[in-house]
């Protein structure tokens, strides 16, 4: 096996090197937990629960170490990162409570007793994105343990850390061998290979539209279910009636959390005209005074981004003649760093407005009254996230009812709960992870006929 190597996007650097598996690790990993599912399917509820719990315990106990491997090779944020890791080890102890929730029904039929069971699908695919590297593979290793599937989990090449930490922390917390098999390695070879590998049941992906289209292709071939959590676009609509002050406070690390490498990065800011100016001088002063810095650094609230190429990628956006109208600062200094930026006034089919740019470029959009909002904000190919900032309650459900998008906050930028579903309406994806609905996709109904009369 050849070596990656792990970059430090705050540096530039070298931090880690690990083997680059191919498709051969991914047949020996799928193949272990082929031969692992049986017993783990087999495992009574409660001690199913209980392995989960521990797991959660011993994640918790690496907490700060595994924040900081996060923060470092993921370029974020130590205090997000603590947050992420606190996430994970809370989606774990969520999930631990469901092996023995997996309730069927019993349905009144004629001539017997008819009964339903959710049943585990067998080797669950899993696939995820750098952003978010160990609290998206939480969002998904979780539920698909509780449910008694046996996982192959894929870390993006740029991120494998934290996932390869969490398969040694696994078995070492009494995960039998082969129930969560971690295969890092390139997607076109190790990802795509999962897609087509016949034994495998499933496929859960998070990442951009674009591959989840070769995936739902690839799957179509084998049958295998798959639940896409793609990219995004969203919205964040500021009424004139809003509390001002606290969308704008709010406004700027919605889009520039995680350097805006966040599928749910509310980066279309939609300001009712009558307030736009207001809006935008309290914007300013609170985008010029993120502090940009060294990730391992508590203060800070940006880092750089994930790589060169995203870079290159993000300033694409920024032409010389853009409509620059605030940025923030950035590091002078090896990294990967990009400034806050805000774009004002941008129409929404411009190309910086239709496009995810994943990294910290906000466009405001004005518009003149609620018809104009909602309409403007789905005039979009995707329907992740969003928020709407007003005081009157009626507008407030009018608009979040309106909105065609998997998640919407009233007077608030958060996208995520562990107990509540998430993901996306049109081409932002298919299926939810996270609350009850994620364990839906981690199971097939099965019916069950007895004949009481004979048959
Ligand atoms: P990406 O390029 O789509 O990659 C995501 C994962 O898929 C990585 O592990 C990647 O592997 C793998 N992959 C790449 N090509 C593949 C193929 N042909 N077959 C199978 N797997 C393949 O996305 P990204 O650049 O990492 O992340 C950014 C995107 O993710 C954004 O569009 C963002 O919106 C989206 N995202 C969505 C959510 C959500 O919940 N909706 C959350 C986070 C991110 P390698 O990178 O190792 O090659
Ligand atoms: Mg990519």
């Not at 295998?224 to 990219?231: A, I, S, W, Y």
């Not at 060169?308 to 200094?333: C, F, K, L, T």
């Amino acid at each position: 096996m050849s070596a990656i190597e792990v970059i430090e996007p705050a540096t530039e650097r070298v931090m880690a090197e690990v083997p680059r598996a191919g498709a051969e690790e991914v047949d020996a990993a799928v193949a272990r937990a082929k031969a692992a599912f049986p017993a783990w399917r087999a495992v009574a509820p409660a001690d199913r629960a209980k392995l989960l719990r521990d797991l959660a315990e011993a994640i918790e106990e690496r907490h700060e170490d595994l924040a900081r491997l996060e923060a470092r090779n993921a370029g974020k944020p130590i205090g997000d990162a603590r947050g992420e890791i606190a996430m994970v080890v809370e989606t774990f102890r969520y999930y631990a409570g469901c092996p023995e929730r997996l309730l069927g029904q019993t349905i009144p039929v004629a001539g017997g007793v008819d009964m339903t069971f959710r049943e585990p699908l067998g080797v669950v695919g899993l696939i995820v994105p750098w952003n978010f590297p160990l609290v998206i593979a939480s969002w998904k290793v979780a539920p698909a343990l509780a449910a008694g599937n046996t996982v192959v989990l894929k870390p993006a090449e740029l991120t494998p850390l934290t996932a390869l930490e969490l398969e040694q922390i696994a078995l070492a917390a009494g995960l039998p061998e082969g129930v969560l098999n971690v295969v890092a390695g390139p997607g076109s070879v190790c990802g795509q290979r999962l897609v087509e590998h016949p034994e495998v049941a499933k496929i859960a992906f998070t990442g951009s539209t674009e591959v989840g289209r070769g995936i739902a292709a690839g799957a179509a071939q084998t049958i295998k279910r798959v639940t896409l959590e793609l990219g995004g676009k969203s919205a964040n609509v500021v009424f004139a009636d809003a509390d001002l002050e606290a969308a704008a406070a709010a406004a700027p690390m919605a889009v520039f959390g995680n350097a805006g490498q966040d599928c749910c990065a509310r980066s279309r800011i939609l300001v009712e005209r009558s307030v736009l100016d207001d809006f935008l001088a309290a914007l300013q002063p609170a985008v010029e005074g993120i502090a940009v810095d060294d990730p391992l650094a508590e203060e800070t609230q940006m880092g750089p981004l994930i790589s060169a190429g995203q870079r290159d990628s993000v300033s694409s956006y920024v032409p010389d003649d853009a409509p620059v109208a605030i940025r923030g600062s950035a590091p002078e200094a090896p990294g990967y760093w990009f400034p806050p930026t805000v774009l004002a006034p941008v129409a929404n089919d411009d190309r910086a407005a239709a496009e995810e740019i994943f990294g910290p470029v906000a466009c405001v959009i004005p518009f003149v009254d609620e018809e104009e909002a909602v309409r403007l904000a789905n005039d979009t190919i995707y329907g992740l996230s969003g928020s709407a900032w007003t005081r009157d309650g009626a507008r407030a459900l009018r608009v979040a009812r309106a909105l065609e998008t998997g998640v919407i906050s009233i007077n608030s930028n958060t996208s995520v709960r562990v107990s509540t579903p998430f993901g996306g309406f049109k081409q932002s994806g298919v299926g939810r992870e996270l609350g009850p609905d994620a364990l839906e996709h981690y199971t097939d109904v099965k019916n069950v006929f007895y004949a009481t009369e004979g048959g």
